[in-house]
């Protein structure tokens, strides 16, 4: 492997991209524009309730009970609940939960005795729906200090904000469009390229150069780190100048950018092998990418949506990609990203076998 013929490889692609103006449109504007529309939204909510978890210390008793029965009747939130035996910092953090309500195991009896209790619940305030989970809370806390007492307040929410870095909605989009960057601009690109090389024998005439496949391929990689680098480096600027965005930066990003790269790269590589046609690379692109571009966080938490979606997204690779991005620059849980990391690394060499497998340098 020649270091002379990858980067005459890399010359030559960079010059055909630039000349590209959808590719430079996509891949540089588009997200910018992605972030000044969801910005000046804001955050809004596309359910008629929103999620709310609880941990439950206090068991089966009575009050625990109507206190739950009293947040269902809000028909404001869902309620989901956290096992008693995780610690909730870490599960908030982990799943990135954005409203979490803890329930003390001596809520009963405190309150039996006349006693005040403190409710810790864990949240974003700058999250719509975080919000509406805090005025269901407030509500139902507000119900019961009347029905208990009548005169003074026994039960008082204590808000934690969650361990986040992000104060903002823009915040939590920046990371999902960072990932969005690096599945869609190899995807589409890798594919077709694929698929038209094919058409037009342009491999077979590759074959016949000093160029090898493997100096072609690494060249792909080298070209499309630099441009998500670039494209990653404007999200933040854009997001930190128009929006005054807070997210942590440090070096565990680049893992998370070589791998998200060398994922796609090598996916669209295989998705324009097989493909019979260009229209056909187009058709499984499409396919490959646009469930991952919705399912996995891109947008809005996976936590908004039902069981079954969320069981889906975890199936979805850019899911890891995006998920490992988020516990960097919003939560900074290190231990998640790391597994995340390891998740994606795996995807990643499976996708670059299969890649190997079905491109050939010379076609049938």
């Known amino acids: 492997m020649k270091v002379k013929n990858i980067l005459a490889d890399l010359k030559v692609y960079g010059k055909s991209f630039a000349r590209s103006r959808e590719g430079l449109f ?33 068991g089966g008793a009575p009050a625990a009970q109507q206190l739950l029965a009293g947040l269902n009747s809000t028909h404001l939130v869902t309620i989901h609940m956290i096992p008693g035996s995780v610690n909730v910092t870490a599960y908030v953090s982990e799943h990135s939960i954005t409203a979490a309500l803890v329930i003390p195991s001596n809520f009963s009896s405190v309150i039996g005795g006349g006693g005040s209790v403190y409710l810790p619940f864990y949240n974003n305030p700058t999250v719509t729906s975080s919000q509406i989970a805090g005025q269901a809370i407030g509500a139902v806390v507000q119900q019961f200090n009347l029905n208990i007492s009548q005169a003074h307040n026994v039960i ?130 499409n396919i490959i990418t646009f469930p991952m571009m919705f399912l996995s966080g891109t947008f809005f938490p996976i936590s908004i949506m039902p069981n079954w979606l969320q069981s889906i997204a975890h199936f979805l690779p850019l899911y890891y990609v995006i998920d490992g991005l988020n516990a960097v620059m919003v939560y900074t849980n290190y231990a998640a990203a790391y597994a995340d990391m390891v998740i994606s690394f795996i995807i990643s060499a499976a996708f670059f076998v299969l890649a190997m497998l079905t491109f050939s340098w010379k076609e049938s």
């Open 156 to 285: 008082f929410v204590r808000p934690y904000a969650n361990s986040v870095v992000a104060k903002g909605y823009v915040d939590f989009l920046i990371p999902g469009l960072i990932g969005f960057t690096i599945l869609t601009t190899p995807m589409f690109s890798v594919t077709f390229i694929v698929s038209s090389y094919k058409k037009d024998k342009i491999f077979r005439q590759l074959s016949l150069t000093p160029l090898t496949r493997g100096e072609w391929l690494l060249s792909k990689f080298l070209w499309y780190i630099i441009i998500s680098g670039l494209s990653a480096a404007l999200m933040i600027g854009f997001g930190v100048f128009a929006f005054n965005a807070r997210v942590s930066l440090d070096l565990f990003l680049v893992p998370f950018i070589l791998i998200g790269v060398f994922m796609f790269v090598s996916l669209g590589t295989f998705a324009g092998a097989i493909a019979k046609t260009e229209e056909g690379a187009a058709v499984i692109g």
């Open 26 to 58: 996509f891949t540089f504007v588009f997200p910018i524009v992605l972030i000044a529309i969801f910005g000046a939204i804001f955050s809004g909510n596309g359910g008629s309730t929103v999620p709310l978890y609880v941990q439950n210390m206090n």
